[in-house]
């Protein structure tokens, strides 16, 4: 079967079976057809966390790439079933750029049968949110939020009928998005129902109306803990008899096999497509009797040509935007040889004030501070028209922006390392203007430390954002990997600085304003 299959499958499939059923429409379902101890197959391939990464990063993922994976699963399997856990939005300037159409278009062309709807997906209000449902020809939507009288993305769950067995699937979204999303009077006004009452509704209707063999659930809920209130999918799982699998996103966890709890088997493919996931599942009489797993790295495959020749003119027009003016500067934002790496410099407070204000002022989120690694700013900024261009050689890197908690006392520690790292390490920092300290370099310590104007206190807990390479250790940040309550913006810090440097609304000033003093050292 082509790459195209769902242009003619999906109205053959209807005609014959029925497969995909809105709740409330289908009625007390006939039971499918098989023969008894007859063992079926299913391939189940997921995704989650793509966040616009239509093009590989670090020769990994890749929409072309992953649509040749996705064409020789097809090709050597009859019974495929391709979903994706949500957050397709919000990543790479080429996705943001064109509002994520490159992303739907390439999932079309794989045959993408539903996604869940992330939080990022309705991050940019109704009218993105709608335009993307209408581009896409499969289901994007959640059973557990509410748009007026209609489940978001019009259906509480799917169901597909296989030669053999019936699958149903229900979506959920984690109500965090209402903190976290951002969408402004469209998120506000959606309802959110408990991750968990709403699984067990599907679950029932599934089960019972729908008479499905198998249900999984396509969660865009996570498995780390981000809030005691939260509902993880673990959590989910305990709860909820009934889960077969379930498909997971939201964290960006990495799995090597999946986890199981109680009945329940759960999955998830780290992130940005470069892990496509592959269950190869053996059902028999209606249960599942096999279930074999791996996480695919799309890496070495050759690009889908179909593919890649829709992605190309989005890819031209985003190379030709790296020339579009998105700031003026005063003067230059000097660098210097690496200055970033050595002292207090104002491309580094222009960089780590940016990443603070999109926090605050644009996910309405409190944090104390935020910081970035020196070695994470490679270039100056021209005095003049600053183009989109230039912001990406100074942050040519693809950081994510994170969020995450300390307590005061592991920021002590925090800070203690850092009086260790030498000047001219990539790890020397850059911080945001709530936070002043003096570097006394002979002395080998941090002193006057305050954050918000006020001592350190041990107790207290703090929040503050950097990227997402500090957090997993690098630079020798060991004491950021015990960081907790992680929330991943998605952004790119360059479409972050850009954003900041926009909202100006006139000449940028390159300034500092002691907030790092330096003691000794190379100044």
């Given at each position: 079967?082509?790459?195209?299959?769902?242009?003619?499958?999906?109205?053959?499939?209807?005609?014959?079976?029925?497969?995909?059923?809105?709740?409330?429409?289908?009625?007390?379902?006939?039971?499918?057809?098989?023969?008894?101890?007859?063992?079926?197959?299913?391939?189940?391939?997921?995704?989650?966390?793509?966040?616009?990464?239509?093009?590989?990063?670090?020769?990994?993922?890749?929409?072309?790439?992953?649509?040749?994976?996705?064409?020789?699963?097809?090709?050597?399997?009859?019974?495929?079933?391709?979903?994706?856990?949500?957050?397709?939005?919000?990543?790479?300037?080429?996705?943001?750029?064109?509002?994520?159409?490159?992303?739907?278009?390439?999932?079309?062309?794989?045959?993408?049968?539903?996604?869940?709807?992330?939080?990022?997906?309705?991050?940019?209000?109704?009218?993105?949110?709608?335009?993307?449902?209408?581009?896409?020809?499969?289901?994007?939507?959640?059973?557990?939020?509410?748009?007026?009288?209609?489940?978001?993305?019009?259906?509480?769950?799917?169901?597909?009928?296989?030669?053999?067995?019936?699958?149903?699937?229900?979506?959920?979204?984690?109500?965090?998005?209402?903190?976290?999303?951002?969408?402004?009077?469209?998120?506000?006004?959606?309802?959110?129902?408990?991750?968990?009452?709403?699984?067990?509704?599907?679950?029932?209707?599934?089960?019972?109306?729908?008479?499905?063999?198998?249900?999984?659930?396509?969660?865009?809920?996570?498995?780390?803990?981000?809030?005691?209130?939260?509902?993880?999918?673990?959590?989910?799982?305990?709860?909820?008899?009934?889960?077969?699998?379930?498909?997971?996103?939201?964290?960006?966890?990495?799995?090597?096999?999946?986890?199981?709890?109680?009945?329940?088997?759960?999955?998830?493919?780290?992130?940005?497509?470069?892990?496509?996931?592959?269950?190869?599942?053996?059902?028999?009489?209606?249960?599942?009797?096999?279930?074999?797993?791996?996480?695919?790295?799309?890496?070495?495959?050759?690009?889908?040509?179909?593919?890649?020749?829709?992605?190309?003119?989005?890819?031209?027009?985003?190379?030709?935007?790296?020339?579009?003016?998105?700031?003026?500067?005063?003067?230059?934002?000097?660098?210097?040889?690496?200055?970033?790496?050595?002292?207090?410099?104002?491309?580094?407070?222009?960089?780590?004030?940016?990443?603070?204000?999109f926090i605050r002022d644009v996910f309405n989120q409190s944090i104390d501070f935020a910081f970035t690694n020196g070695g994470n700013i490679r270039a100056p900024l021209p005095a003049g028209n600053m183009t989109r261009g230039d912001i990406l050689t100074v942050l040519p890197f693809e950081?994510?922006?994170?969020?995450?908690?300390?307590?005061?006392?592991?920021?002590?520690?925090?800070?203690?390392?850092?009086?260790?790292?030498?000047?001219?390490?990539?790890?020397?920092?850059?911080?945001?203007?709530?936070?002043?300290?003096?570097?006394?370099?002979?002395?080998?310590?941090?002193?006057?430390?305050?954050?918000?104007?006020?001592?350190?206190?041990?107790?207290?807990?703090?929040?503050?954002?950097?990227?997402?390479?500090?957090?997993?250790?690098?630079?020798?940040?060991?004491?950021?990997?015990?960081?907790?309550?992680?929330?991943?913006?998605?952004?790119?810090?360059?479409?972050?600085?850009?954003?900041?440097?926009?909202?100006?609304?006139?000449?940028?000033?390159?300034?500092?304003?002691?907030?790092?003093?330096?003691?000794?050292?190379?100044?």
């Amino acid at each position: 079967m082509t790459i195209f299959r769902k242009l003619i499958a999906p109205l053959i499939a209807a005609a014959l079976t029925g497969a995909f059923l809105l709740a409330g429409c289908a009625g007390t379902a006939r039971p499918v057809q098989r023969e008894a101890g007859r063992s079926y197959e299913l391939v189940l391939l997921h995704t989650n966390d793509h966040h616009g990464t239509v093009l590989p990063a670090n020769s990994r993922g890749g929409l072309a790439e992953r649509a040749t994976f996705v064409e020789q699963v097809r090709a050597a399997h009859s019974n495929v079933l391709l979903l994706d856990a949500g957050d397709m939005n919000t990543g790479t300037a080429l996705s943001n750029m064109f509002a994520a159409e490159p992303d739907i278009l390439a999932y079309n062309m794989m045959g993408y049968d539903a996604m869940a709807v992330g939080n990022h997906d309705v991050s940019y209000g109704r009218e993105r949110f709608e335009m993307q449902q209408a581009l896409a020809d499969f289901p994007i939507f959640a059973s557990n939020v509410m748009d007026g009288r209609n489940f978001l993305g019009g259906r509480q769950y799917l169901v597909q009928d296989f030669d053999g067995f019936r699958v149903g699937i229900f979506a959920l979204t984690t109500i965090r998005t209402r903190e976290i999303a951002g969408g402004g009077t469209f998120v506000a006004g959606l309802n959110f129902m408990r991750e968990i009452e709403a699984a067990r509704s599907a679950v029932d209707l599934l089960r019972n109306r729908e008479r499905v063999d198998i249900v999984i659930a396509l969660t865009h809920i996570g498995d780390v803990r981000e809030s005691d209130a939260q509902v993880r999918s673990p959590d989910l799982a305990a709860a909820v008899p009934g889960i077969d699998i379930i498909v997971d996103g939201h964290s960006h966890t990495r799995m090597a096999q999946p986890l199981r709890v109680g009945d329940t088997l759960i999955v998830s493919a780290h992130e940005r497509g470069g892990i496509v996931g592959k269950a190869v599942i053996s059902i028999v009489d209606g249960a599942i009797a096999g279930f074999d797993w791996e996480p695919v790295e799309i890496v070495g495959f050759a690009p889908q040509p179909q593919v890649a020749s829709m992605l190309a003119p989005f890819v031209a027009g985003a190379e030709a935007a790296l020339s579009e003016v998105v700031g003026y500067a005063a003067s230059e934002f000097y660098f210097g040889n690496r200055l970033p790496r050595y002292q207090e410099t104002a491309i580094g407070n222009l960089v780590s004030d940016g990443l603070a204000w999109f926090i605050r002022d644009v996910f309405n989120q409190s944090i104390d501070f935020a910081f970035t690694n020196g070695g994470n700013i490679r270039a100056p900024l021209p005095a003049g028209n600053m183009t989109r261009g230039d912001i990406l050689t100074v942050l040519p890197f693809e950081n994510f922006l994170y969020v995450v908690s300390l307590t005061g006392a592991e920021i002590i520690e925090l800070f203690d390392f850092i009086a260790t790292i030498p000047q001219g390490a990539g790890g020397f920092p850059q911080f945001s203007a709530d936070v002043r300290y003096t570097l006394n370099i002979p002395e080998g310590r941090i002193e006057g430390l305050t954050i918000g104007d006020a001592p350190v206190d041990p107790s207290r807990t703090y929040r503050f954002a950097t990227n997402d390479f500090l957090l997993s250790g690098g630079d020798g940040y060991v004491a950021l990997t015990r960081s907790t309550e992680p929330f991943s913006t998605s952004m790119l810090f360059s479409d972050v600085v850009i954003d900041y440097i926009q909202s100006m609304g006139g000449p940028v000033v390159p300034a500092t304003d002691g907030r790092m003093v330096v003691i000794g050292g190379a100044q």
